[in-house]
């Protein structure tokens, strides 16, 4: 006798089927263990230790950190399922710290968590999960993953103030199998009254803030614990050439800034200056108006795409950066993961490094990270 599909989509009883889930400790991946195991199924806990615990314990509202470790444990003694904890530190180290410091010393913007989830917790814990002979791995992001005519679809979360789909668009098509979000179609209200309604120790828990990582918001003291010597004093120029006073290290700025350039234009005293480009080779900061900031077009590397093969200037709408509003562009598929992006109407303040994540409606169609030099050629252009 055959099974209708569950909740998670498998064609059997909850309780013939595991689900190993992500638990960081905050108030969404603990209602997610306590709902699934409410709902029948085989759960188990697993938490990352990421980073140095005495690190971690310095920094409050941050996940993965020591007090999250143990509120995990705690949340798990309370719903009763087994809770493992795994040293992640030196891959976390290896994939995702590195590469912060690395891109800041080439004068990006990098996004840690997209490569946490993309090299750690969609890669390296995903395995684990299939090597406890999970059926899926569960997490408490808030997006959605829905079984389309060829295969699972990303989608972004029905409450658009809680979507973390732009954080996610490195997930591939494999993983995305594997994977199950069942907070995606939830307001947050309706998770806090879930966590009070399982008396989840965490149930009052504030939402973790920043980059787990960085103490205090502070990346430049990050960046010159893990790359001694990187902040190399320079000159901060304007777009015209000349030079408008000194800086204390490129990785103190990113394209788009505006305050703390510390410097005046005397020859037009009233219009603000933002950091246009960063030159880290010749430890350059260039500034300029608001206007040179305007770019029409990037080009995008390590391009992951979750959607079928298409035509030439596919139309799409895109994020470039993970709270602005998606604006609508065509995209290009080149080779090598490579892509270009033609917005419809400028843009400004893109920022290298950062990520361009593709949609059409709510369905995530894929992403990639917005190359320097493409920025920089666009800059030029528009101080010419």
């Known amino acids: ?85 795994l040293d992640y530190e030196n891959r976390f180290s290896d994939a995702v710290m590195q590469d912060f410091a690395d891109s800041y010393l080439a004068g990006e913007t990098p996004i840690p968590c997209v490569r946490c989830n993309q090299r750690v917790k969609f890669r390296d814990l995903l395995d684990q999960a299939r090597a406890l002979e999970a059926d899926c791995l569960a997490t408490g992001h808030y997006v959605r993953r829905i079984d389309g005519a060829h295969g699972p679809e990303l989608h972004a979360a029905t409450d658009p103030t809680r979507d973390q789909s732009y954080f996610l668009f490195a997930t591939t098509a494999g993983q995305l199998d594997f994977l199950r979000f069942p907070l995606g179609a939830m307001p947050k209200t309706e998770t806090r009254a879930l966590a009070q309604r399982f008396d989840l120790p965490v149930a009052a828990k504030p939402d973790s803030q920043d980059i787990c990582f960085v103490p205090n918001g502070n990346y430049a003291s990050v960046v010159e614990r893990l790359r001694p010597g990187a902040a190399e004093p320079g000159e901060i120029r304007h777009v015209d050439g000349r030079v408008l006073g000194q800086h204390a290290g490129v990785i103190h700025f990113t394209v788009g800034q505006r305050k703390g350039i510390a410097v005046n234009d005397q020859a ?83 920022s290298p490094g950062q990520a361009c994540v593709i949609y059409r409606g709510t369905r995530v169609m894929g992403g990639g990270w917005i190359c320097r030099e493409d920025a920089a050629a666009s800059e030029r252009a528009s101080a010419a």
């Open 268 to 350: 037009n005293s009233n219009e603000p200056l933002y950091v246009v480009r960063l030159d880290p080779a010749a430890r350059r900061v260039i500034v300029g108006p608001r206007a040179a900031l305007a770019c029409d077009r990037i080009r995008l590397r390590e391009l992951n795409w979750l959607g079928a093969a298409t035509d030439d200037a596919l139309p799409v709408t895109v994020k470039i950066r993970s709270m602005a509003e998606p604006v609508a562009a065509r995209l290009t598929r080149r080779e090598n993961g490579a892509a270009e992006v033609v917005f419809e109407a400028p843009q400004f303040g893109v």
């Open 1 to 85: 006798m055959g099974f209708s599909l569950n909740s998670l989509g498998f064609p059997k009883r909850p309780a013939n089927t595991r689900v190993v889930v992500a638990m960081s400790g905050g108030v969404d991946s603990s209602v997610v263990a306590a709902l699934l195991k409410e709902q029948g199924y085989d759960v188990i806990g697993v938490t990352l230790q990421l980073y140095d615990h005495g690190l971690a314990l310095q920094k409050k509202g941050a996940c993965c950190a020591g007090q999250d470790i143990y509120d995990a444990h705690r949340v798990a003694d309370r719903i009763g399922i087994p809770h493992y904890v």
